[in-house]
């Protein structure tokens, strides 16, 4: 644990208000070593680093347009993934973790978001040793829904359940082409969450149908990162506007869909949660 007094963080959904946020701008965005099967797919076509950036900024305008403190972490030249800042890290109650990275590329991302929480007096919990990745942790309330990928392990989930005695911590295998457990499987509110089944299995369809309305996503949409959408609050959800399907769903159950164009970004295979780490949710935080 980081020896720092510690700044209010607070996180016990993936819904609640969100208050508090960082995001990297995609200042040296490129697709260096494929990583997943939608940088393979865009591969030739690359990147517009300045389209990218134009999208993140309007993305970044829309929180603030909404009340949300946005913090921006430095961003350098050898970390083309870092507009991804969910998967440095994640919060779970009032405990920022500090993720250990599993691709050569992304490694050392962790410690620009360590410094930057030494800066701000923020404590955090480092879970060296343990491989996991922030794209892989769904939190809702007592539950924590956790992804076995490339990325994360089950002895780094084992470990959490022994950090987090008051929580029932849960892995989720799922096809590991589909990266990371949000890119198959989102909660946006405490009765709805969205889900590629294609990617899951028999027993954990259940166990979502049992606790969620679940809105399954196509395999185009799921291609197009159409679960990898971010709740802001009061059933106000940002989402891609290709993602028509999703989005007349959504719509339909009552949300307010948002929709801003992250088109370049998302050929790196992350969207909108992808580019969140919520510090503070909920408008009742202690």
Request: proline residues 4%; negative net charge.
């Amino acid at each position: 644990m980081a020896s720092q007094p510690m700044t209010k963080s607070y996180c016990f959904s993936e819904y609640d208000p969100l208050q508090q946020v960082i995001v990297c701008s995609p200042q040296h965005m490129t697709i260096r070593d494929v990583i997943n099967d939608t940088q393979e797919h865009f591969l030739d076509e690359g990147i517009n680093v300045g389209r990218a950036i134009q999208q993140h900024t309007a993305f970044i305008n829309t929180l603030r347009q909404y009340g949300i403190t946005v913090h921006l972490l430095p961003y350098y030249k050898k970390f083309p993934e870092q507009v991804f800042t969910r998967d440095i890290g994640f919060t779970i109650g009032p405990t920022i973790f500090v993720a250990e990275m599993a691709s050569k590329v992304r490694q050392g991302e962790e410690n620009i978001l360590k410094e930057w929480l030494e800066d701000e007096a923020i404590s955090y919990y480092n879970l060296i040793g343990e491989r996991i990745e922030g794209g892989d942790v769904i939190v809702d309330k007592e539950t924590i829904y956790i992804g076995l990928s490339q990325r994360t392990t089950r002895r780094a989930v084992e470990h959490l359940q022994t950090l987090l005695t008051q929580f029932k911590v849960i892995a989720i295998p799922f096809k590991a082409r589909y990266l990371h457990l949000d890119c198959v499987f989102n909660v946006i509110s405490p009765d709805v969450a969205l889900v590629f089944p294609e990617a899951l299995t028999q027993e954990n369809m259940a166990l979502f149908a049992s606790k969620y309305e679940l809105i399954e996503v196509t395999k185009e949409e799921q291609f197009t990162l159409g679960t990898n959408v971010l709740a802001i609050g009061n059933n106000r959800i940002l989402s891609l506007p290709v993602n028509k399907q999703v989005n007349k769903a959504l719509r339909a159950r009552g949300f307010e869909v948002i929709e801003i164009n992250l088109s370049e970004i998302i050929k790196s295979g992350g969207s909108f949660r992808c580019c969140t780490l919520p510090i503070i949710r909920g408008s009742d935080n202690p």
